[in-house]
Each structure stands twice: as C-alpha cells, then as structure tokens.
C-alpha cells in the first residue's frame, strides 16, 4: 500500500511532509538515513492518550502529585496553572519534561501499541551503558506554555532520534540539514565533542 504524502512546509530544497501509512524501507530510505524529519500522521492512532492525556486529566488524577523542574518544586496542579498562564514575556517553568515509567508509571499502558518504526529502542538496549545516555529516556511526557523554549539549539546525545507525539496544543521545531549539524551540539559546554 502505498502512503498517503501532504506537504507541510518548504524551505530552499528542504521540505516536510506528513505521511500516513508508510513503510519501514520508506521511512529509512526517505528520512532515518539522510536525516530529513516527518510528520507521522497515524504513528500513535492507537493510544488511549490521545483521547485522555489533557491538562485537567493531569490536574483531576495528579493534582497533588510532587515535582520538581529545575531547582523549584511544585505540585503537578500548580505547574499546570503556571502553563495554562505562560506567555512570551512571563514563561511558565521548562523544560517539565518527566520520565513517564519513572514519575507515572500507570500510565505507560496508554502510550502502547509502541510505535513500530520507532522499534527497536536503542535506549531500553542492555549493551548500551546507561551513563552514556545523559537522562535520556525511551518514553518522556512533556507539558509546556507559550513562551517555553529548550534555552539552546542542540541534537539529541549520541545522534538519537525522537518520535514526538503532540497531543495538546503547538510546538515549533526548528530542523537542521543533516550537513550543518557539526556546528550544533548536544551541549553547549560539551562544543565540539561529538
């Protein structure tokens, strides 16, 4: 079956599309191996996050659950409070980025059927030693407001691909040509080591 193809965006001769119903050898030969990112329109068209995971769900289920973003602890229920209030000129607390197994593990059956292109996970791989992984984690939920950015252009540690799944809202990325990524690092204090 061939895949279903929208055009997102065109920058120079960089486009993005959306894709729908695409195959393992089009995924790797269109985008995994030259680096061009895509929108997968039903990679998550399964999940019962789709249907629950909003911020009063958060708010209802985990409102007095304990968090920690950066060096300031919150309540689930005020972090969300201080988001759904962030703008441009007073951003919300980011990155509240949060290891699902670790901070909600019950919730890990809604974010299954994994995604197969996003298989195997090199992450979960017994041979690759977890220092190395800088906190890095195979599944993550993300809350974030207007006004939220990452505070530096980077790629991920050991050239890892992220599957994001947007279930709220927007988020604007900023994609990089493959051949400009030698002047972009995973960390500012760690340029050049790659």
Not at 103 to 119: C, I, K, M, T
Request: proline share 10%; hydrophobic share 35%.
């Amino acid at each position: 079956m061939a895949s279903k193809i929208l055009e997102l965006a065109r920058e120079g001769d960089l486009v993005i599309y959306k894709k729908y119903g695409m195959s393992r050898d089009e995924f790797l030969r269109d985008h995994a191996e030259p680096g061009i990112p895509v929108v997968i329109g039903d990679a998550t068209a399964g999940w019962p996050a789709r249907q629950t995971f909003t911020a009063d769900y958060f708010r209802q289920r985990f409102g007095d659950r304990p968090l920690k973003v950066g060096e300031r602890a919150f309540t689930m229920r005020e972090c969300l409070d201080l988001l759904e209030h962030s703008s441009p000129e007073a951003p919300g607390p980011y990155p509240c980025n949060f290891m699902l197994q670790e901070f909600f593990p019950e919730l890990v059956g809604d974010v299954e059927p994994r995604y197969s292109l996003a298989l195997p996970d090199r992450i979960a791989s017994p041979l690759l030693p977890k220092r190395l992984l800088g906190g890095a984690s195979t599944l993550e939920v993300f809350f974030g407001g207007p006004g939220g950015q990452f505070p530096y252009l980077h790629f991920d540690y050991m050239g890892l691909h992220a599957f994001i799944n947007q279930l709220v809202g927007e988020k604007e990325f900023t994609a990089i040509p493959p051949d400009q990524t030698d002047w972009v690092y995973p960390d500012p204090e760690k340029s050049g080591s790659r």
